[in-house]
């Protein structure tokens, strides 16, 4: 038998009750001071508490109120069921909330979205709307009239509220100046316009036909013409095309989009393409109706486009795509460890600032223009280095296989180097070419200066030392194939500071940019491997010292 308090409904609760018991309320006397707190024998002042209490309860000058689980599953309180003091419409008029601007009312789960429609009329000026983690906010069913109207509403974040297809939000919603639009948590696998209804167990065709074309008449009148922010964050998504099918024809002002933590598939384009795209080619013909571009033109506009933490892009294929396909760029992100997992995160920044020329804002980051210089002069040695790896692969192929047909060209993986090779001329070193064989001295390299500091060098500055200060820094032009080993063998000459005790590391010589040091702990490698670039600090430690 259920006890008496299993079958009591949840009691009543209005926005106005939880605004009071938030905020506190000009007419509340009932609580308790709380401008001064014994503890044993000891008291507590706490300056300003009743001052910001009568502030916060003056509710017409709020502009940001949360609400966050507050039980709230009403607007309003019906005006029989109320007290003298008021009831209905008339209490949300009383609390006059004029100025409001963001409304956050997450996690309410009782709370239906026509419930949150009748506040819209009482708060003029909202300009954000919060309604997260209510799961069964967005019924399936259309409903008779809109439930959620504004005139003003600017962004509407719907988390984990069930949306499904944007054809369901679009009956719900009247929102004319929704400029951003937050669908994440939704475990979505696609984003649908129009979810096709489950196939009956008997109709006729001319029925079937009717169904199919009142689908496609609501599908044409999805449409939110000036949202320009859409996040779609947190979701399964993993097909492009089928992501710019809706974007195309219900967000057509779209200039920022966010995929953060989905299953995105890599796009790989063909590399005469790609190719043609670095030569700075028009491709004019794959962009129009039916080419091999079309389905990626809802891209074109971006100028925000986040990638982070999609474990499933891990071919640096999608960055040469996105750079072809996001002309207008501004800010990207992405996430280091799955695209590029066995570079360092310095080095695997300056291949992406590199990758794509437009940006100016990398994972929150800001690239700055030695920045930028520092990536491409990176980008320039990996690829000369890359470049001659795949001459020699080619070569040792033929060489075993005799008279066999030649080996298929490699992978593009430096597209651009070319381009920038022709940008930063006066800094490359010239490929030596014997008649028509193309050969190099040892690995394309560049000459770059850095500026040897020692760390602790009072302590060890030699005796002799011709100057009458201990000498700590030291400016040196290397080439860039200078390995760590022969580094270590130009720091004890300069420092009289033996290699075993050596421990050397680097950053770039840019100020503004906040980096931890790059360690160079590998004798082997050389110093374009780790990335270092013209004007970068390499700090030298003696370890011996104690």
């Known amino acids: 038998m259920p006890s008496p308090s299993s079958s009591t409904p949840p009691p009543t609760v209005s926005f106005v009750d939880a605004v009071k018991q938030r905020y506190g309320s000009a007419d ?54 109320t007290t003298a003091a008021g009831g209905g419409p008339k209490e949300l008029q009383e609390t006059s909330m004029i100025r409001l601007e963001e409304l956050d009312l997450s996690e309410n789960t009782a709370l239906s979205l026509a419930e949150v429609g009748k506040l819209m009329p009482y708060l003029p000026r909202l300009a954000t709307l919060q309604l997260c983690s209510i799961p069964d906010l967005l019924p399936m069913a259309p409903p008779a009239t809109t439930a959620l109207s504004s005139s003003h509403l600017s962004k509407l974040v719907l988390n984990n509220t069930g949306f499904r297809s944007l054809a369901q939000l679009s009956a719900l919603v009247e929102l004319p100046q929704l400029k951003e639009l937050h669908l994440d948590s939704n475990k979505l696998t696609s984003l649908d316009v129009v979810v096709a209804p489950p196939p009956a167990s008997a109709g006729t065709a001319e029925g079937m036909a009717a169904s199919d074309s009142g689908a496609g008449a609501a599908a044409g009148e999805v449409v939110f013409p000036h949202v320009t922010t859409l996040s779609l964050a947190h979701n399964e998504l993993s097909d492009w095309r089928a992501i710019g099918v809706a974007i195309v024809q219900a967000f057509p002002a779209l200039t920022q989009l966010y995929l953060t933590d989905n299953k995105l598939e890599d796009l790989v384009l ?146 651009l180097l070319d381009v920038l090779k022709e940008k930063h001329k006066d800094v490359v070193l010239a490929l030596q070419r014997d008649g028509d064989t193309a050969t190099t001295t040892g690995a394309g390299y560049v000459m770059i200066t850095v500026t040897l500091y020692f760390v602790n060098g009072y302590a060890a500055a030699a005796a002799t030392s011709s100057s009458s200060s201990p000498m700590t820094t030291q400016t040196s032009k290397l080439p860039s194939t200078l390995t760590v080993a022969k580094l270590k063998a130009l720091v004890q000459k300069l420092f009289q500071v033996k290699p075993v005790n050596q421990r050397l590391s680097y950053r770039s010589g840019d100020d503004g940019v906040l ?7 590998n004798e082997l490698e050389t110093l374009g491997y780790y990335g270092v670039s013209d004007g970068s600090i390499i700090y030298v430690e003696d370890a011996s010292l104690r």
């Open 515 to 521: 980096e931890l040091q790059t360690p160079l702990d």
């Open 28 to 81: 509340d006397n009932t609580e308790e001071p709380l401008g001064a707190v014994f503890s044993q024998d000891k008291k507590w002042q706490f300056v300003g508490v009743q001052q910001t209490r009568v502030k916060q309860s003056r509710h017409d000058r709020l502009t940001l109120v949360v609400l966050r689980n507050c039980g709230i599953n009403v607007a309003m309180h019906e005006p029989s069921a």
């Open 270 to 415: 063909p590399e005469t393409l790609v190719a043609r795209a670095a030569a700075d080619e028009a491709l004019t013909a794959e962009l129009e109706d039916g080419g091999v571009l079309q389905p990626y033109r809802y891209l074109r506009p971006l100028t925000l486009l986040c990638l982070k933490d999609n474990a499933t892009l891990c071919n640096t294929s999608t960055l040469d795509a996105v750079r072809i396909f996001c002309p207008q760029l501004a800010t990207f992100r992405i996430t280091y460890s799955t695209l590029l997992p066995t570079w360092n995160e310095t080095n695997a920044r300056m291949y992406v600032v590199a990758a794509l020329p437009t940006i100016t804002t990398l994972n929150r980051g800001t690239v700055r223009p030695k920045e930028r210089l520092d990536s491409e002069l990176l980008y320039i040695q990996r690829g000369l280095l890359q470049r001659q790896m795949d001459e020699e692969s080619r070569d040792g192929a033929d060489n075993v296989s005799g008279s066999a047909t030649a080996a298929p060209l490699p992978c593009i993986a430096y597209p």
